[in-house]
Every structure is written in C-alpha cells, then in structure tokens.
C-alpha cells in the first residue's frame, strides 16, 4: 500500500476490489494463443453503469446495444461481459445475433435479464466472434465468478498488450473503507476520444445516476481522452464505470472525484506507455493557456506528432518539431510568449532559445528507455504558452520500428 | 512530349518554360553536402503573383513577410529567392533581417525595389540561415538566370527528397502556346492544409489578377491541401503561382484552370509518392459522398492513418482499418451502404464482405513497391459511400521502418 495524496493510497494487490463487486476471466479458445480471452464483471443490485463510447461512425454493433440497453436501463444494469480475440465489428447482422445470444446466455446462468447484461469485443475487425467456443465457456465463466478474480479478468480482456493494466485505491471515509478499481487493455489504435481501449471502474461509494455521469466525463477528458498511441480511433472503444453501495454524503464527492480521476489516468498513461513499439511514456503539459480545452489541444497535438514521437525515439531534443506540433493545434499563442522545457532543461525563454546542454537532454531522454515497461519511465514535455492561467496534460509514447513491424506484419 | 488530354501534353524536358521566365539554381554552401540549395525565379514586368501559406500557427518569418509584400503590392511582384539547408523558421529577429538583407541584395542586383522580391526558406528550423555564403553567391545566382535553367532551379530547393519534382505541360490555343511549368519539394512533415513543401507554378497565359487567385485556390483545395505524408504540417510551407503574358479570352479559362490542376496534382502526387521512407502512392478516391468536402476528407482520413499506411506497407488488403479510418472523419455515412474496391477487387459491397482473393490483392499491392520511386506506381482504394453525387480524391504513401530511421536518428 503506498499513498498517493492525503485522502488515497494504491493497493498493491488486486484482491481489495470494491464491495459487492465479482470478477471472473478464463480462456475460451477465442484467442489462437489459448490465452485468456473471456471476463465477466457482475455488480451487486442496484449499481448505476455510466458509460463513454467511441465517436467514430463506423462502430461495432456490440457499442451500439450497450449504448441502448443502457439508456433504456437509465444505467441499472447489471453485468458486462467482455471477448478479446475478435473484435465483432463490421460483421453486420451476424454481430448483432452473436451479442444477443452470448448476451442471453448469460442472463439465463445469473438468473437476470438479458437487457442487464452488455458486452464488450476486442481483437481483429471483421472477423465474426467464435461463438460456439463463447457459448460453451460461459458455465465455466459464470461459476469462477469471485471477489479476487479482478486479475484473472484484467488478463483476459488484453489483446497484444504487453503488461496487465490494473489500478486499486482505497481510503477511509468517516470509519467507512472506499475502494475503486480500474483494468483497461490498450495497444494500437489509441486516440482520443477514446481509443482501442476497453477500461472498466467499479466504487463502492454509492453515488446517484446523474452525479456519477458528470463524474466519469469530468475523469474520462482528463484521461482517456487525452491520450495518444498512433492517431487513431477503434470501432469499440468503450469505458464503463460502475458504482454500487451506500450512497455517501455529497461533501465528499471532491474525494470521490480525485479517487475517480486517479484511476482513469494511471490506467491511461498505463495504456500509453504501453503503447505498440513504444519505449517510454511521453508526458505534455501545457501551462499558461487561454482555457483547459485549449491546454489539452496542443498537449494532444504535442504527443500525436509523428515527427516529435520519432525524435524523442532518437533521444533527440528536436523542439522545433515540438512547437511547429503546437503551432498547427489551432490553437492561438504567441511564439514570442513561449517557454519550453524538456524535463529539467529549458530550451526556449519567452521563444528564444537557451543555452542548454543538448547532450544532457539526450541523456535524459535515453534514460527513460530502459526496456522496463515501467509506467514511471516518463519524458516530460513542459510549455507555458504565457498566454492564460489555464492548463493540461497529454500522454502519449515514442514511434518506433517495431510498431511499423507490429503493424504492417500481422493482421491486427 | 506526350498527350494528357485533348488540350494538353506533358513537355519530355525542361527547356521549354513559360514566355519569359527566368530562372537559376546553384550551389551556395548552404548545405554540407554542397550540393544545389539557392534558387531564383525571376518574372517578367506586369506578372501576378498568388500566394497560399502554412495554416500553421508557428510560422517562419520569411512566409509572414511574403504574405505582406504580396498583399501590399495586390500581387505584382517580380522575383522569388529560395533557399534550402535552413528554414529560417523559429530565428526571431534575425530571421527578419535576414530576409531583409537577401531580398535587399537581389532587388539591387535585377535593379527592381526590395519589396518586389519575395523569400521561401527550406531546411533545419531553429537555425538561422547561413547568411554570410547566401550573400556572397547572389551575384552568381543573378548572372546564372536563364530561361533554360529551370531544371537547376527545381534541383536547389531539394531537401532529403530522392527525386526531383518538375512538371511542365503545354497546348496551342488559337495559334498560341500557352505553357505552365511547376515544381516543387516535399519530403516528410507533408500534410494539408499545406505541408514542408515548398511549390512554384509559372504560366504564360495571362490571366487577371481576382480570376489568377480563383484559379490557384481552386487547384491547390484538389492538390497539394489533398495529400499527406505524416499528418504534419510545417512552419515554411508555401505554394506561389505567377502568370504573365498577354490577356487571354476569358472563353478559354476552363483549359487554363485544366492546366494548373494537372500540374498542382502531379507535383502533389510527386511529394506524396517521395514521402520520407515510402514505397510507393496511396491513392484514395471516395465516390458518392453528400459534397466534395465530405469525400476529400474522408479521402484524406485514410490517407493519414498509421495503420492503414502500415498494412499498405505489409501488402495487406486490411478492409477493416480502411473502414475504421473512414469512420473517424467525422463525415456521416452508414457502413451499411459502403461498397470498398482495393485495385480491381471488390472487398465490401453494401458494408458486406465478398468472397475475395487476398492472395491476388495482396500481389496488387505488392506489385506498386517496386523501389523506382515512379508517381505511376499506385495502390488505388476506391469507396463509394452511395450517400450522394459527389468524389474526392487524396493521396499518401505507406508508413515504413525507414521513416522512422530517417526522423529518429537525424536532425531534420
């Protein structure tokens, strides 16, 4: 256990998962690697689900029946049931029947309704789901249901990630323990909004519907929102967050909002530092800007460029590319104003540039690749744009050969 | 010389350049490889200039310069300086006085005023130009200029480009030969709006100055704001268009806008094809879109996305990034309408998979990556999104390993 702010501390094992809440992952041959591929999440009776999806138009069924069943629900649903393997997009009406009878299957075995069930897919595009091998699996999947199987569920929902994406925070709220814990999968395909990400968050704390709305989008901006691998949005990314519980008193929700807001952004800089190929986890903040949205926008734009990503894999502190990536997010600034640091070192004085020891910019750089996977293998990226009292951050990660390789040698 | 259409053929050399036009490319150490970095464009008296700059928001000063000369002189202008080696971008004041110093030099070399003469700088950004060796080698420049030296011209303002850009074309109209010869340079950092490039187009038709502008506008929508190489878009981009000669009946303007498509698409297709690292043209064509904005766009998404340019790399026909990228353009269609060609073979009809040959598409895509760096070399995808009467068409190139090599292990 080790704290975070005055309020949360991380729990270091993945068995203290909110109260109520059972977790279940097991292998049902969907994936070729026999890996684990199949995760069942059931929240206690009376949870609000809130859910954030992905904006592209070309969306998988699966997004658009949890989208619904969820509106019609007003959020009372009940369990999500998550493949990887296939991702059961741009499969038409076959995609449609597969999520309806995996769906259903599932209702008859927890003894509720097939409409408080959802599904999410993750894997290939356009391959239909192996549903026989779902279908047969579900016993199995529903029996295994337990409180510390948040692991197991963790590992069956990765599809070419490298590392387990998990986060659990606790703290004490008069005498009363709060717990929320996160798991996510990411890869390629990571843009906002959203990305080729599945995140899922449980609490205890017992929040009401609308509340808990405007919680989750205020934590999904700051964090899955703000994220970049590659440029590019899936056809499933999804983002549930459930809650459950006792509802506690609404002066603590500041607490529960910062709690929400840990988990959402480790597990997205998990993703991106995770990113294919990638090497180090690239963060931007922008300070001094006209509002939040616009801080973000040039952060974004900072971590999405090609040219920035390929120079900080060479360890090469090129910050012309890192402000002409600034100059092109739209957004108004003055390069007359702007000050630029790279980790430690500043670079630029009020646009000028500085005396800095390039060699050692490089070594810092170089040093956050250490092959480790570590989510605290940071470069830092910091410019105050001197133009407001606003700022924001972005993450994302360096652009290396191996995510061409990655990308141009398997079908993903 | 050989036929494009019914109006105009493609002059075989470089010699044959628009009535009047002066031209020059020399070497003037600006570069380490000492290779040709300065060029000059000199037009006769009375010719119209029209500019189109970098949308960026960090600009090099030379493009803000040329975008007030232009405008305080309503286009009549004579000469353009080129540089390469140095984009003079990021420099502050001394990136002014630079500016200032050379143009003053040529103005007094051609005996024409300092603010007839305009600047475009390519290169490194954030180191200033080599200025001391640009003076010194003006007067060669102005003694070199020759109605011949077109080819030097278009050689100097190369930067890690492997191939030169040139397109001259011509037709008779009423006894008269009219000619329009372009050339440009790209390489990566290419992206509409705009790109690093750089792009000059002559012509001897004389057109007036309102229909000039139209007329340019028109053409770089369809060309050069049409192709990507990296989602980048640079501090220095800049297209000029210059038209001199004697006033041509306005009855034949459709054949002249004609002319300036083909030669802004080809140069385009040129950069696009030259990409940093790229193996052949991705050519996206979008039929049946609501408007031409909707189909260039998602044209465009495509074009840009790392994962489709990463399959085109691995000569695999992955339908469903194509469909994703679409998805992401913020355009509205219904996957279920969508028909996808890749080449001759049909991959989707009415959002439905056809039984396909993958082996053969796969070949397809192949065949195109032959190393010789030829504009004819295409992978073309077609999609009609049978949501309308309109097409757009963008172009791209594939995403390589040695992209990454170029702009991760040197300074660019």
Known sequence: ?????????????????????????????????????????????????????????????????????????????????????????????LGIQHFQIATGKIAELLGIKEEEVLMCSTGVIGVPIKINDLIKNLPNLVSDLKSNNFQNAAEAILTTDLTLKTVLIETIIQGRKIKIAGFAKGSGMIYPNMATMLAFLTCDAGIQKEEWDKMISIAVKKSFNAISVDGETSTNDSFIGINSGEKIDKRFFPIIQKGIDI???????????????????????VQGAKNTEDAIM???????????????????????RIISAAGNSGVEFNLNDVDLYIGNDQILEKGKLKQYDSIKVTEYIRSKMNGKYLVEDIVQIMINLNSGESKGTAWGCDLSKKYVEINSEYTT
């Open 298 to 320: 040039v952060a974004k734009f900072i971590c999405n460029s090609a040219l920035v990503k390929t120079a900080i894999h060479g360890c090469d502190p090129n910050w012309g």
């Open 263 to 285: 988990v959402c952004q480790n597990l997205a800089k998990n993703i991106a530092r995770d990113g294919e190929g990638a090497n180090c986890l690239l963060e931007v903040l």
């Open 1 to 93: 256990m080790s704290q975070i702010d005055s309020n949360w501390s991380f729990v270091d094992h993945s068995k203290e998962t909110p109260e109520g809440f059972l977790f279940s992952g097991i292998s049902a041959g969907l994936k070729a690697s026999n890996k684990k591929d199949l995760a069942l999440v059931l929240a206690p009776e009376g949870s609000i689900f809130s859910g954030m999806f992905t904006q592209s138009i070309v969306r998988a069924s699966c997004v658009d029946i949890c989208e619904e069943r969820l509106k019609r629900a007003s959020g009372f649903v009940r369990a999500i049931l998550i493949n990887s393997g296939q991702a059961n997009a741009c499969t038409g009406n």
